[in-house]
């Protein structure tokens, strides 16, 4: 059923994705999408952007409604690549090559992490019966689809439970290595920042006053002075914001090479090294078992592609 909705005098002048959020209680991308799919009228005519300024008294209709419909748990899929490092009846360690999504969602319904992980772990399908538990199973912490490396999935809902206690109390600890545009001043540091979502672009994070608390610890662990500036970092996370690494050394002048996203600048007077992705490893992982607490530890060494780049740096 559709449903329409007069736009108040307190929103007068309001962008229409913020005004429709507003009305309807929905999230930004949840309104970007309807948008985006044709639902939304502004009086009889379709709405050609979400940015466009709205006037008291106008009239939104949303075709088909604003009720969420829950989408389909994730099936498995085969031929998903990733490497199982570690497992048992309660976890899954894997090492994800860049290039994968880690689970299900907007864009990205098929061919993710958890998809391969539910074909060679069925098991894992109906393990977690809370929604959103149900929507992304096992998921404990997140990778970006450009950044390679170490995740553990929970395969019951107490591993699920154990160890995104560990993640949120910083028992677990995660290390990567990142390489950095320009020379870091100092062979140690931390960067404590709080991050948010952009509002001009809602896929993007900034640091900014009022958002989540976020702590990255660094050291150098080599330098580079030609045919590019640049550090090769050891990064140390001790909160978990999304592109946390890629948003700190950004905002400090340092962004990590090949982010395209946070725009790697010109490396000393020649174009940043052509990567394809940014240059980011989880290179270490380590956890307390959920049910014998002995301490598990992972390392996984740099892939090809990155090793390649660093050969490159030291040749010169």
Known sequence: MDEVFDVPAALEGERLD?????????????????VAAGRVQLGSAPASSRSRRIHAGEHIRVTGGTERQTPAAPGGEE?????????????????KPAGVVVHPGSGNRSATLVNGLLDRFPDMAGAFSEPEAAQRPGVVHRLDKGTSGLLVFARTPAALESLQHQMASRSARREYLALVAGDLESDRGLIDAP?????RDPV?????????????????VERFGNPASCCLVRCRLETGRTHQIRVHFASIGHPVVGDDRYGTRRLGSREPLKLGRQFLHATMLSF??????????FESPLPADLAAVLDELRGC
């Open 18 to 34: 913020r005004a429709l959020a507003l009305l309807t209680g929905l999230t930004r991308k949840e309104v970007d999408d309807i």
């Open 79 to 95: 031929g998903v690549p990733f490497e199982v490092v570690w497992s048992d009846s309660e976890l899954v360690v894997v090492d």
């Open 195 to 199: 991050i948010g979502r952009s509002a």
């Open 204 to 220: 993007r994070m900034q640091v900014q006053a009022g958002g989540r608390r976020a702590r990255t610890s660094y050291e150098v």
């Open 288 to 297: 307390d078992h959920p049910s014998t607490g002995e301490r598990l530890s």
